[in-house]
């Protein structure tokens, strides 16, 4: 997990290509920027009953194959997750590239209260040529555990990112 914090005379849009990981945070006045490395990639928000599922794609042929290659994409089993402390409710997912008040391709994740600490597990997923996924599995933090969410309310959002 990458750390960036502001220095004198530079943008956020540069510190956050100083983060080399694939997630890290970037810590500005008055709060911290959740920061997705590597390139910009066609992305899913997937919610789950607490916390859930950030996919984004570097190559697949369809969304059928992505969405079967998911279970075996899961398995976080050794990976050390990082923590990340934000304010419960609706997160906008944006290009850095972007400036701030001139985004319209968004995506929105909800991150159930009364959650303020997630545990952010990250993997690569490239089980062949075909196929390559990032998914960073979001889950509530040891100190919180957030309600369900309703029935019906699970519902997969998606949006293409600037190439």
């Known amino acids: ?13 540069d510190l956050a290509c100083d983060v080399l990981d694939p997630v890290g945070v970037l810590t500005i006045p008055m709060c911290s920027v959740l920061v ?7 992305t899913a928000w997937i919610p789950q009953d607490s916390g859930g599922l950030l996919v984004r794609w570097m190559w697949a042929a369809n969304e059928p194959q992505i969405l079967g290659a998911l279970p075996t994409a899961l398995d976080f089993e050794g990976i050390e997750p990082f923590t990340f ?7 906008t997912l944006m290009d850095a590239a972007e400036p701030g008040l001139g985004v319209t391709d968004s995506l929105t994740l909800v991150l159930p209260p009364p959650s303020t600490e997630w545990q952010i597990a990250t993997r690569v997923h490239a089980p062949g040529p075909s196929l390559s996924l990032v998914v960073h599995r979001f889950t509530p933090g ?13 519902e997969t959002r998606s949006r293409r990112s600037p190439d």
């Open 142 to 154: 040891p100190a919180t555990v957030p309600a369900a969410a309703p029935a019906g309310d699970q």
């Open 36 to 42: 997705l490395g590597d390139e910009p990639m066609q």
């Open 1 to 13: 997990m990458g750390t960036a914090s502001p220095l004198s005379g530079r943008s956020h849009y």
């Open 85 to 91: 402390r934000t304010k419960p409710g609706e997160h």
